[in-house]
Each structure stands twice: as C-alpha cells, then as structure tokens.
C-alpha cells in the first residue's frame, strides 16, 4: 500500500492569521469586509487544522502498520502525543487570534514547522509490499 501525505497542500495555512489582508482592507476603508475577512480567514485555519490532523492520523497508522511485527510502542506514543500537542497549540493559536493577540500567527507558524515532520513522509510502505 502507498500513502501519499504532503504537507505542501498545507502551505496557504501560514497566512491565514497573518492579518495582512484585514490591515489592507482597513487601510482602504473596509472595515466591515475586513472583519468579515478575519473571521472566515480564522474558520479556514481551524478546517487546516483539522485536515493537519486527519493527515497526521493516515500517517500514523501506515508507520504502525509498517511496523507490524516489531511495535515501538514508546516511539509511537511519542509521536501521537507530540502531534497532539502541537495541533491542541495550533487551535490556542486561532483562539489567540480571534481575542486579537499578535502573537497567534507566529505560534500558528511555529508549530506548524513541528507538525510538518510528523505528516511529510511522501510516501510511507507497509509490510509486504513492495517498493516501487
């Protein structure tokens, strides 16, 4: 079985709490459209999050299965409470930014660098099958 998981289709995440597009549009005079932008912005980031951790998921499994007659269990626990952690930080990151606080993109993007590796194996093999 191949798995095929890529953090790339992730990438539009990282400016999603930027705040860039709302400043702009204040700038201009929109200020109803940029709040109207800033909540939607906030909800497409919490749906990246969510696929972040479906993604996690698919990729977790295909290295326990990978493992089939040899289970790292700590290495495994490792992995899944780590990912957890930094995904639970990911959210605190969209709540900070829904209250207003500067930092929530920078810890938005920081802990997306520390999830990626968890997800960006390409392509992950299961036991039996061959590599092509």
């Avoid at 269990?73 to 995904?87: D, N, P, T």
Wanted: glycine share 6%; proline share 3%; hydrophobic share 45%.
């Amino acid at each position: 079985m191949r798995l095929d998981v890529s953090a790339a289709r992730f990438a539009p995440m990282r400016r999603l709490l930027s705040g860039e597009d709302e400043d702009y549009l204040i700038r201009q005079g929109f200020r109803r459209e940029a709040s109207w932008i800033r909540s939607h912005h906030r909800k497409y980031f919490f749906g990246f999050v969510d696929m972040l951790e479906k993604d996690f998921g698919t990729a977790h499994s295909a290295r326990k299965a990978a493992m089939a007659g040899n289970w790292d269990f700590e290495a495994l626990l490792k992995e899944r409470v780590a990912a957890s952690y930094y995904l639970w930080v990911m959210r605190t990151a969209g709540v900070m930014h829904c209250m207003r606080v500067p930092q929530a993109a920078r810890l938005a993007e920081a802990y997306f660098e520390r999830v990626q590796p968890l997800i960006s194996a390409t392509t992950l093999q299961t036991a039996g099958a061959p590599a092509f």
